[in-house]
């Protein structure tokens, strides 16, 4: 206890000094929103010119009057213009957040004559020239570039009130509730939690496409992990506002100068001004119809090259899109060597909530660049020979001092911003807080780690099967501070009524992690369902148990011996050498006889195959979030390609079969703006070789209610086997493109989607006689088809399909019609 009070105290010392010295910086932010309206008729006046005085910063109201607007610059007051109306000037108080609602007052304007022409809005004829000089202006026309760039990242817990602070949670440390903050652009309050800096030099090429980031700093707020320095460069998060469509967390925004953009949004000429010594005009534009994927905002454009100088982009409120309360972008546009428009600063903002009301997080994003150097050639082996895409981190760009951030950051940080790193070590070590991120973790991940082990998956550990009965389950695995290189793995299992005890054991060994070279192998003596698709819900998890559509006798017991060794070339490429010896073991309902010429039934006691097989695979672009041994992929644009080449090998450790096998899977995800995305996923195969069913391809049914992207979810296990087969998975996401015409469903904000899959596939009648097939199981002697509609995006997480079996309708036991659902977390 006396270790604990004095740890406080420290923490406690630190945040008295921090609030003091922060008094009297200068970096610290001058935050202002507000609205403004007319004194009479108090409705609120659009295109307002906003300004602290003595800069050039300023803004402009938006539709409903309302503003934002900040600085670091000293300014003791704010300028507020408009056409018709009186300028006023308010008094501000620099370094802290306020509002300022402001009246404006109508002025007498006496005008000799006005004279009225009919014609094209003024807006609409600088946007046709922006379009015209479009491609001119582009910085993606640009050959090669290479500039230096500055990253900050920061992660901000938002909608912190007095009840979220009574929290008992937060009990043991109220001191971190002093660094709370009010958001100028939401008017929510907020705590800093995260924030990285990165800086890098950045290199590209068009022809052919290479891009290569050397990471020379990176500081992370108490975390050292390599792979989130490479997600905090400069290379995965950009917006090219001269885009017809702007991505944004996997959705196709209209981009305000794409060149149909006078069919999605409205323009206004809204003034004119020299911006760094030229002279541009600023057009203000906000969305023609509800709930499309557009913005509002205003852009600057230079009234000679018609080049973006300077936006501001906010998604517009009742776009469909989930958990992304408010996202805005600035975006400024400078000339090189008087002839290329390049940017040259851009912030990002983005609100995720759940609700409004809700907790959630800010995430903010800002990026400056320097030395910016157009056209100039770089030696031939300057880019990876093999990579289109390359990082490199410099050793000891996580070790940088403060001095050193000091002298190469392109902005100061403010007080507050300083702050953050320290106060983020500090709470890390109240026990409070590792009890809460326990929690967090082991829910998220399915583990609950103890010093250096972690145990789980916890939802695996009850689950019941016709075979088992009751099974209980308990499993695990070393934790990182066992081994960064090394995991073991291993679980016991015992099932009440079949009163066998199963057990599997593993490793992974990590040789490197950049690239990827591992080693692993694993023991189990298991049931498992053959058939089953590599998506669906693990046998043991008390969801499969829960979801079944009615109870699965087909399980078998299986002893496997599995290794392999895997070697990524370069990011997207990789080769896995896997062999695995199998045995499988019948049951009774799954029996396994041969019938001889003379018709006796001879029953095989075990099916022992030995195998090896070769994996290439190649995603270009392909993203992932590593940990020490595991990493999960967020996808690329480009179709991931997946060959298989086995080889079974009789007589290998008592194995009965030789046999060779060939596999081929396309997958491809990609966007059809404005109408949604489309996903396909091509398989192909081959077996060559005389060889039992259990080792063809038994094609992917599902027997339960939960929707599987990678089976035939009207198809039951064991129901079609072939040695020569080609599948086509295909569905389409229409995001909402129908449903938003109709006010009730765009309200609801629910999302359509379609599709089908495809099955042909044939049975050599060798492989046919070798053991006898179970009831329910044929060859394709047709096509098989299923098809169906859904709605997802109910209450953001859920999705519900209608499917329909359109062949082999004729077949006892087999669903002709069913719903399925499956729970899906996206934007």
Not at 210 to 218: D, G, P, V
Request: glycine fraction near 6%; include cysteine.
């Amino acid at each position: 206890m006396h270790i604990l009070k004095l740890k406080y105290k420290n923490i406690y010392i630190y945040i008295f000094f921090v609030f003091f010295t922060c008094q009297n910086v200068d970096a610290q932010l001058t935050k202002i929103r507000g609205k403004v309206i007319d004194s009479e008729t108090k409705e609120p006046i659009p295109f307002v010119n906003i300004s602290f005085k003595g800069t050039t910063i300023g803004t402009i109201t938006d539709f409903k009057g309302n503003y934002f607007i900040e600085t670091r610059h000293p300014s003791d007051s704010i300028n507020v213009s408009y056409m018709g109306y009186k300028k006023k000037s308010y008094k501000i108080n620099k370094n802290v957040f306020q509002t300022i609602n402001v009246n404006l007052e109508t002025e007498n304007i006496n005008l000799q004559e006005v004279v009225v022409k009919p014609g094209e809005n003024p807006a609409h004829k600088i946007f046709r020239k922006i379009i015209t000089n479009k491609s001119v202006n582009n910085p993606a026309k640009i050959e090669t570039y290479q500039y230096e760039v500055y990253n900050k990242m920061e992660i901000d817990i938002n909608n912190i009130d007095e009840e979220f602070k009574k929290q008992k949670v937060f009990k043991h440390f109220q001191f971190v509730f002093d660094y709370v903050d009010t958001s100028v652009v939401t008017g929510k309050s907020y705590l800093p939690a995260f924030i990285t800096e990165t800086l890098s030099d950045y290199y590209y090429q068009k022809n052919p496409r290479k891009e290569k980031e050397i990471i020379k700093a990176n500081n992370i707020s108490g975390v050292e992990n390599e792979s989130i320095s490479k997600y905090t460069g400069q290379m995965y998060l950009d917006v090219n506002i001269y885009d017809n469509y702007i991505n944004i967390f996997g959705k196709g925004f209209v981009s305000p100068i794409a060149k149909f953009g006078l069919v999605y949004y409205k323009y206004y000429l809204v003034d004119s001004a020299y911006i760094d010594n030229k002279w541009c005009y600023q057009i203000s534009f906000k969305p023609r119809r509800k709930q499309e994927p557009t913005f509002t905002g205003d852009f600057w454009v230079h009234d000679t090259t018609f080049a973006i100088k300077r936006t501001k982009i906010r998604i517009a409120k009742d776009a469909n899109i989930n958990f992304v309360n408010d996202f805005v972008a600035d975006l400024e546009y400078t000339r090189v060597n008087n002839k290329v428009w390049f940017l040259t600063k851009q912030k990002l903002f983005v609100d995720f909530n759940i609700s409004d009301q809700a907790t959630g997080f800010f995430g903010r994003k800002t990026t400056t660049y320097k030395n910016i150097v157009i056209g100039k050639h770089l030696e031939e082996n300057f880019f990876s020979n093999n990579a289109n895409q390359e990082t490199i981190t410099l050793d000891g760009a996580l070790d940088r001092d403060p001095q050193y951030w000091k002298k190469i950051r392109h902005e100061k940080l403010s007080c507050k911003e300083e702050s953050i790193y320290k106060m983020v070590d500090s709470i890390k070590e109240v026990p409070v807080f590792k009890t809460f991120v326990d929690i967090v973790t082991t829910f998220v991940t399915g583990y609950y780690i103890k010093d250096n082990f972690e145990y789980g998956p916890y939802y695996t550990f009850y689950s019941f099967n016709p075979i088992e009965g009751n099974r209980f389950k308990l499993g695990g695995r070393t934790s990182n501070k066992f081994s960064t290189d090394l995991m073991l793995t291993g679980h016991l299992a015992y099932g009440v009524k079949d009163e066998r005890l199963k057990y599997g054991l593993g490793f992974l060994y990590m040789f490197s992690k950049k690239p990827r070279i591992s080693v692993g192998g694993s023991y189990q003596h298991d049931i498992e369902q053959l058939g089953k698709s590599q998506n669906a819900f693990l046998q043991d998890n008390i969801l499969s148990s829960v979801l079944a559509r009615e109870y699965n006798k087909k399980l078998t017991m299986v002893n496997e011996f599995k290794g392999f060794f895997e070697k990524e070339w370069f990011q997207g490429f990789s080769n896995k050498l896997i062999i695995v010896h199998r045995t499988i073991f019948p049951t009774e309902y799954v029996p396994f006889m041969h019938i001889n010429n003379v018709n006796d039934t001879i029953n095989y006691n075990t099916l022992v195959s030995s195998e090896i097989t070769l994996n290439t695979r190649f995603a270009y672009n392909e993203k992932f979030i590593s940990g020490e041994f595991l990493r999960t992929s967020l996808g690329t644009n480009y179709p991931i390609l997946n060959f298989d080449f086995t080889a079974g090998l009789k007589n290998v450790f008592n194995s009965d079969y030789e046999y060779y096998k060939v596999h081929f899977s396309v997958e491809h995800q990609f966007p059809v703006n404005p109408f949604g995305r489309f996903r396909y996923l091509i398989n192909a195969g081959k077996h060559f070789g005389k060889t039992p069913y259990t080792f063809l391809q038994l094609h992917e049914g599902n027997e339960t209610y939960a929707f599987d992207d990678y089976a035939f979810n009207m198809m039951n296990y064991y129901e079609f086997v072939s040695d020569e087969y080609v599948s086509l998975y295909a569905e389409h996401h229409f995001d909402g493109f129908f449903f938003n015409h109709f006010p009730l469903l765009r309200k609801l904000k629910w999302r359509e989607v379609i599709e089908g899959k495809a099955l042909i596939g044939r049975l050599d009648d060798q492989n046919r006689a070798v053991i006898v097939f179970p009831e329910t199981l044929n060859d394709l002697s047709k096509p098989y088809f299923e098809a169906g509609v859904g709605i997802e995006n109910i209450f953001k997480i859920i999705r519900i399909d209608a499917m329909w079996r359109l062949s082999y309708l004729d077949k006892p036991d087999i669903p002709k019609f069913g719903i399925r659902a499956k729970l899906q977390v996206e934007f």
